[in-house]
C-alpha cells in the first residue's frame, strides 16, 4: 500500500532552516509527483510547491520563492522540504503528498514544525 | 484569501443532504481542470475524497458524489452521519499562477 512516512516535529528559532523528509513507499517513486502543503494552527491548507523525482524539477509557490527548496534521493526513495530564515508564522503542519502535477492522491501523517524564541 | 471560494461552514441533521460550493475562475476550473475533493477528520492528514470531479476512491461511501459546472463544483453529501464531522476542501490547478490551489476549507457539523 502506499506510504509516505515524514520526520519527527521540529522546534527552530526565527531566521533558522528546517529540513523535513518525506520516505514512500508502496510505489514506483519516480512515478509521481511530490507535493509540499502545509496547514497553520486552525487554518486552511497551503500548496507550497512540488517536485518530479524523476527530473528534479521543481515548481515553488510564489509566497514561497527564495525561501523553500524541494530535494529527493531516489536511491531512497525519499523526498525533502528545506525551508529557510524561519520565522513565527511559519509554525504549521508540514504534509509531503504524492500525485501528479495537477492533483494529489496521497498524503503523509504531517510534520509539526514550531517557530519560537 | 483562497482562489478557489468556499463556505466557511454548512450543517445538517443526521440523515439530510448538504452540499458544499468551491467557486474559480476561467484559469483554473473553467479552464478544464479537474476538481478533487479532500476529507480532513480532527488531528489527521487530509484524505482524497473525491478525484476528477466527480469519481470516488475505493472505500469512499456513495453518499459522497461530486459534480462540476463552468467555474464551480459541488460536494453533496447524503444520509449525514456523526463521522462526517470533519473539514472538506476542494483542490484544483491554475494555468496562471502555474499552481495547485486549495480552497479556503468547509467545516461540516452534523447537528
Known amino acids: 500500500q502506499v506510504q509516505l512516512v515524514q520526520s519527527g516535529a521540529e522546534v527552530k528559532k526565527p531566521g533558522a532552516s528546517v529540513k523535513v523528509s518525506c520516505k514512500a513507499s508502496g510505489y514506483t517513486f519516480t512515478g509521481y509527483f511530490i507535493h509540499w502543503v502545509r496547514q497553520a494552527p486552525g487554518q486552511g491548507l497551503e500548496w507550497m510547491g512540488g517536485?518530479?523525482?524523476?527530473?528534479?524539477?521543481?515548481n515553488y509557490a510564489q509566497n514561497f520563492q527564495g525561501r523553500v527548496t524541494m530535494t529527493r534521493d531516489t536511491s531512497i526513495s525519499t523526498a525533502y522540504m528545506e525551508l529557510s530564515r524561519l520565522r513565527s508564522d511559519d509554525t504549521a503542519v508540514y504534509y509531503c503528498?504524492?500525485?501528479?502535477?495537477?492533483?494529489?492522491?496521497?498524503w503523509g501523517q504531517g510534520t509539526l514544525v514550531t517557530v519560537s524564541s | 484569501q483562497s482562489v478557489l471560494t468556499q463556505p466557511p461552514s454548512v450543517s445538517g441533521a443526521p440523515g439530510q443532504r448538504v452540499t458544499i460550493s468551491c467557486t474559480g475562475s476561467?484559469?483554473?476550473?473553467?479552464?478544464?481542470?479537474?476538481v478533487h475533493w479532500y476529507q480532513q477528520l480532527p488531528g489527521t492528514a487530509p484524505k482524497l475524497l473525491i478525484y476528477g470531479n466527480s469519481n470516488r476512491p475505493s472505500g469512499v461511501p456513495d453518499r459522497f458524489s461530486g459534480s462540476k459546472s463552468g467555474t464551480s463544483a459541488s460536494l453533496a453529501i447524503t444520509g449525514l452521519q456523526a463521522e462526517d464531522e470533519a473539514d472538506y476542501y476542494c483542490?484544483?490547478?491554475?494555468?496562471?499562477?502555474?499552481?495547485?490551489?486549495f480552497g479556503g476549507g468547509t467545516k461540516l457539523t452534523v447537528l
Open positions: 517536485i518530479n523525482p524523476t527530473s528534479g524539477g521543481t
Open positions: 476561467s484559469s483554473n476550473i473553467g479552464a478544464g481542470y479537474d
Open positions: 483542490q484544483s490547478y491554475d494555468s496562471s499562477l502555474s499552481a495547485v490551489l
Open positions: 503528498a504524492r500525485g501528479d502535477v495537477v492533483s494529489i492522491d496521497y
